[in-house]
T-cell receptor, first 113, second 113 residues
């Protein structure tokens, strides 16, 4: 079965700092995709970044980048120059052949002024 | 297109009553998903449709839950004889075919009193 684990329930950093959120996953498939979603307080979930497992190059979207370690089944999210608007729940998720997203438990990130 | 729309945004119901939620996906998206999210947790998969066909249903979904997607357009999720444990945020998402990630709606928050 597909599983996703986020071991950091909460994190807090100062504005402009860099923060890394951890995620590990388990899958028996060779072809799968990994995602990070952001859910601001009382707002809808939005896609932050997407990684295809067969691509070795780490995905980057502006201040957001991932460190994808396929052998270790690790998929961490780095947020550079953090901003107050980055405060949110962050969910790691994976999708494989069954084609439904499986989510981790989430990490509550607070950016302090 | 204005994204995925869910109605109502909030629903308070008495235990034992039936409730129905509606989701209008992005029009060109073939797939539609229902998830349930409790406070501080990641979304849990309930069911999904490809066009009008319901392709998978989670074991979390008891016989009191039913979902439909007539004509492959909007979808409804009905909960019969609601229980307090049904209180949660019900999220709808849609996606095109492939592994592009989902677009989520704002959710329907159900409170059973």
């Amino acid at each position: 079965a597909q599983t996703v684990t986020q071991s950091q329930p909460e994190m807090s950093v100062q504005e402009a700092e860099t923060v890394t959120l951890s995620c590990t996953y388990d899958t028996s498939e060779s072809n799968y995709y990994l995602f990070w979603y952001k859910q601001p307080p009382s707002r809808q979930m939005i896609l932050v970044i997407r990684q295809e497992a067969y691509k070795q190059q780490n995905a980057t979207e502006n201040r957001f980048s991932v460190n994808f370690q396929k052998a270790a089944k690790s998929f961490s999210l780095k947020i550079s120059d953090s901003q107050l608007g980055d405060t949110a729940m962050y969910f790691c998720a994976s999708i494989q052949g069954a084609q439904k997203l499986v989510f981790g438990q989430g990490t509550r990130l607070t950016i302090n002024p | 297109d204005t994204g995925v729309s869910q109605n109502p945004r909030h629903k308070i119901t008495k235990r034992g009553q039936n409730v129905t939620f509606r989701c209008d996906p992005i029009s060109e998206h073939n797939r539609l998903y229902w998830y349930r999210q409790t406070l501080g947790q990641g979304p849990e998969f309930l069911t999904y449709f490809q066009n009008e066909a319901q392709l998978e249903k989670s074991r979390l979904l008891s016989d009191r839950f039913s979902a439909e997607r007539p004509k492959g357009s909007f979808s409804t999720l009905e909960i019969q004889r609601t229980e307090q444990g049904d209180s949660a945020m019900y999220l709808c998402a849609s996606s095109p075919l492939g592994f592009y990630g989902y677009t989520f709606g704002s959710g329907t928050r159900l409170t059973v009193v």
